[in-house]
């Protein structure tokens, strides 16, 4: 089980960017996938999760509304689109999966625990100029 984020870059505050999360080695159908960040001196916080098995999604409230989380089937890839951004979204992204997650599905109560997520990707940088 492999995956990869891409996408991370330099944008001005109300600009664009798009992730990828490249997965191998599963199928989506019994995960979940969630972006999580981690900003300098601050704890991961996960933002957007999507179900494998029925796509549904959820996001955290930092997010929501300027955020969206899509894949294009059950094999790959998983997108986050992050739109309106501010530098208080400058940070490190990652991707993750996670079978208890895709079980209970992303509308649980956990489904941002990351203690839950056995793999993840290594991790795009994101930054926001002001």
């Known amino acids: 089980v492999q995956l990869q984020a891409s996408g991370g870059g330099l944008v001005q505050s109300g600009g664009s960017l798009r992730l990828s999360c490249e997965t191998s080695?599963?199928?989506?159908?019994?995960?979940?996938i969630s972006w999580f960040r981690q900003a300098p001196g601050k704890e991961r916080e996960g933002v957007s999760c999507?179900?494998?098995?029925?796509?549904?999604?959820t996001y955290s409230d930092s997010v929501k509304g300027r955020f969206t989380i899509s894949r294009d089937n059950a094999a790959n890839p998983v997108y986050l689109q992050m739109n309106s951004l501010g530098p208080e979204d400058t940070a490190v992204y990652y991707c993750?999966?996670?079978?208890?997650?895709?079980?209970?599905?992303?509308?649980?109560?956990?489904?941002?625990?990351?203690?839950?997520?056995?793999?993840w990707g290594q991790g795009t940088q994101v930054t926001v100029s002001s």
């Open positions: 999507i179900s494998g098995s029925d796509s549904t999604t």
């Open positions: 080695g599963f199928t989506l159908d019994y995960y979940a």
């Open positions: 993750a999966a996670s079978i208890p997650v895709g079980v209970a599905g992303c509308t649980s109560p956990n489904s941002f625990i990351a203690r839950l997520y056995d793999e």
